[in-house]
């Protein structure tokens, strides 16, 4: 099978403040160089990787350096890393919004993209003057627009405010569209960053199981960014990872996804009101060692990093575990702990929390937090704060076993047998 995208030692550099390199002279001669010669450009041999965290001494910067992937038609590729990492500048090339600093990019196909919110829409115009817009950009007839035209309007859900200048739409409404957009209009290739995150769960689902259509059904090819694992688990096939603008792995999408949390900093932002607030979330295995990457045949130990600024009477938490189909598992609360009630003090305290072993089943877990109280109101609710991955050791159910038991739970019980005559 030929690739649809091949992508042969793709990089882009940008220059952090001044858009010249600072003198007259050095730009002629930089243009010189690159446009008549036809050579490197000097000033980028001093570029450095694009690494956030540290101080740097250039100001030639590589968000990405050296790619170089294929993809087959029919492929759902997750692409995946860390801030910074290069991953919505890599669509922006593919997407031909912006051009490579080096290396080529060949495609065969029609590509529509959905970026960011506003991405290739006209302000001006009603949302049903870009649905035809955006089909003429990609080379479709009026008629061909026209028959897509109720499926659109009907996924986007946004019927009512469809001849009316999309630059009144709020960013969920401008997102609900351009996703109907890019997903119903004939093109082979489909790009989505992470824009999702702005809809409602219920359209997210939504938009999720369209893509998963579009690749699996219809044949067509989806690149898809986000932070969200279990999402992109929940379709892709395939995974690439990239860190400080490389790829470090491109493989099937759970080796991907594993390297990937096994491998990473675990960083943690810090929540916070003026009431309370979580200063750190942490999880380590049995050995003692920090870890989002934990065996089933282990303990999980949660440990939290909680301050309380104003004492409530029946201050508490919530910790609620979603498996990656966004089902809940279970919540952990304060009011039933050891049958008694825990109240939070005011102050700095540290929550810790045991999973036994053998209780959830093999996958990817995400974690929201909650202070609340015991009359139900919520104080401070962070959703989404970590993701974890629980395998199989291999063990519960014999030597040669290892991967997804049925159920939503794994339990391995004591069983009893008494003999009777």
């Known amino acids: 099978m030929k690739p649809i995208i091949h992508v042969e030692n793709l990089s882009k550099a940008y220059q952090i403040g001044q858009i010249g390199t600072g003198t007259i002279s050095k730009d002629i001669e930089r243009f010189w160089i690159t446009k008549v010669l036809g050579k490197e450009d000097p000033f980028l041999k001093i570029g450095e990787t694009n690494d956030r965290s540290k101080k740097g001494e250039s100001n030639i910067v590589w968000s990405l350096k050296d790619i170089n992937f294929e993809i087959n038609q029919g492929d759902a590729v997750g692409i995946i890393g860390k801030n ?144 969200n694992m279990p999402s992109v688990k929940s379709f892709c096939n395939r995974g690439i990872l990239l860190e400080y603008g490389k790829i470090v792995k491109d493989d099937v999408i759970d080796e991907v996804i594993t390297k990937y949390m096994t491998n990473d900093e675990i960083s943690f932002f810090e929540y916070e009101n003026d009431e309370c607030g979580l200063r750190s979330f942490e999880i380590y295995n049995s050995k003692g060692s920090q870890s989002v ?22 201050f508490g938490f919530c910790i609620a575990i979603y498996n990656e189909y966004d089902e809940l598992i279970t919540a952990i609360n304060s009011y039933h702990v050891n049958e008694k009630i825990v109240n939070l003090k005011r102050g700095k305290q540290s929550l810790i929390v045991v999973l036994p072993k053998y209780v959830l089943n093999t996958g990817l877990y995400t974690v929201n937090f909650h202070f609340n109280s015991i009359s139900g109101i919520i104080y401070k609710k962070m959703e989404r704060i970590i993701t974890f991955n629980i395998y199989d050791d291999g063990y519960r159910r014999g030597n040669k076993y290892s991967g997804l038991w049925p159920g939503k739970v794994s339990i391995v019980p004591n069983i009893y047998i008494n003999e009777t005559r």
Do not use: W
């Open 84 to 227: 910074g990492a290069g991953k919505s500048t890599l669509l922006k090339l593919l997407s031909r919004v912006t051009s490579p600093t080096t290396g080529e990019i060949k495609v065969k196909g029609r590509i529509a993209s959905l970026l960011e919110v506003g991405t290739g829409f006209h302000p001006e115009l009603s949302g049903r003057e870009n649905i035809y817009l955006n089909g003429a950009i990609l080379g479709m007839r009026k008629k061909e627009i026209t028959s897509k035209l109720d499926e659109i309007i009907d996924f986007s859900g946004v019927e009512r405010y469809i001849d009316t200048p999309v630059k009144r739409y709020s960013s969920g409404m401008y997102v609900r569209l351009a996703f109907a957009v890019a997903a119903h209009l004939e093109s082979e290739i489909l790009i989505v960053d992470e824009v999702l995150a702005v809809g409602d769960a219920e359209f997210q689902k939504k938009c999720l199981g369209k893509m998963g259509d579009i690749s699996k059904g219809e044949g067509r090819t989806v690149l898809f960014v986000s932070h």
């Open 293 to 314: 990457n934990i065996s089933n045949g282990e303990d999980l130990t949660m440990i939290l990093n909680l301050e309380v600024k104003k004492e409530k009477p029946d």
